[in-house]
């Protein structure tokens, strides 16, 4: 279980007010920024009341500040959280060198906690079944809400590629969409018989209504304002629907596009197809979805199994 250290009932140092005096002044930090770093000061300093004899702030030597680290980890304290607390010790002794009150910078040559790289929320295909039946098909918005959430699951496109797709970019006689992604990057994906069902029944049910009187415009999915939608309305759709279907995960824009990655390895995709599919430069950004993967079993192995 991660822990955070109770903030520290001593007052700051006289050299701690004048160094976030110096950050108002200079910076403009908000109040909520000094606050946070006066309680990592006020924190260390307490560390070294207790673990260092009261050493001063100036005295503090580079082993002093790795012992420091090492007991906050210890402790449990969140990696994160001591890569924060280490920036702005780092600040500070910036700032007691630059006022002559040390001759040398504890910091230098301390490198950052690793963070690791946080797994993407990703949905099970139950949650994808869940979601993708939640809009009503017998509106025009709900058709055209249903036909981009099968869209966004079968291809892995980003919102923003999806919400700025044109009808040239699409070619339903060989069922591929052609996307101009990062970097100027075109790529063709595929979007399966299902997706595909969806798209032709809503171009031909639905999509005029939407229109209004923007016929030539050429945007696959207009708003109910019949121009392009913005992703952050797709956004506020996509969380509407997932609060209607009751799904209680921490809901992105890219969520679907996480559940595409994750699905295709799991039923045993090769991982150089699915960057290609999405589009990733380098392989290791794909990879994350192999550790989601593996997490996800992980927990299958935890709930089912006798011994888990």
């Known amino acids: 279980m991660k822990k955070n250290k109770p903030v520290s009932k001593r007052p700051p140092s006289r050299l701690v007010r004048e160094f976030l005096d110096s950050l108002w002044l200079e910076k403009g930090l908000s109040n909520n920024t000094l606050e946070s770093y006066g309680r990592d000061l006020r924190a260390f300093e307490a560390w070294l009341d207790d673990s260092m004899s009261g050493r001063k702030l100036e005295a503090v030597r580079r082993e002093d500040l790795l012992r420091y680290l090492s007991d906050r980890l210890s402790a449990g304290i969140t990696a994160r959280s001591t890569a924060r607390a280490l920036s702005c010790l ?115 049910e639905s999509r005029s209504d939407l229109l209004k009187h923007n016929l030539f415009q050429e945007v696959v999915f207009p708003s109910n304002h019949g121009k392009q939608m913005t992703r952050q309305t797709f956004w506020h759709r996509i969380k509407l629907h997932a609060d209607t279907a009751g799904i209680q995960k921490k809901i992105s824009p890219h969520t679907l596009r996480h559940a595409f990655a994750t699905h295709l390895i799991n039923h045993g995709a090769d991982l150089r197809v699915v960057q290609l599919l999405l589009g990733h430069s380098d392989l290791s950004t794909t990879q994350i979805y192999t550790h989601v993967a593996q997490q996800r079993m992980k927990e299958l192995h935890a709930e089912h199994h006798p011994r888990g």
């Open 90 to 204: 780092r600040s500070l002794y910036r700032y007691l060198l630059r006022e002559n009150k040390i001759k040398e910078d504890p910091t230098l040559q301390i490198e950052n906690p690793k963070l690791g790289r946080p797994l993407p929320t990703t949905l099970t295909e139950k949650d994808v079944e869940r979601l993708l039946a939640t809009p009503d098909i017998s509106t025009a918005i709900g058709m055209r809400d249903r036909t981009m959430l099968e869209l966004l699951y079968a291809t892995g496109l980003r919102v923003t590629e999806l919400v700025a797709l044109q009808l040239t970019e699409v070619n339903l006689r060989q069922g591929v969409v052609r996307i101009m992604g990062k970097g100027s990057k075109e790529r063709l994906v595929p979007m399966g018989e299902e997706a595909i069902q969806w798209l032709v029944r809503y171009l031909k």
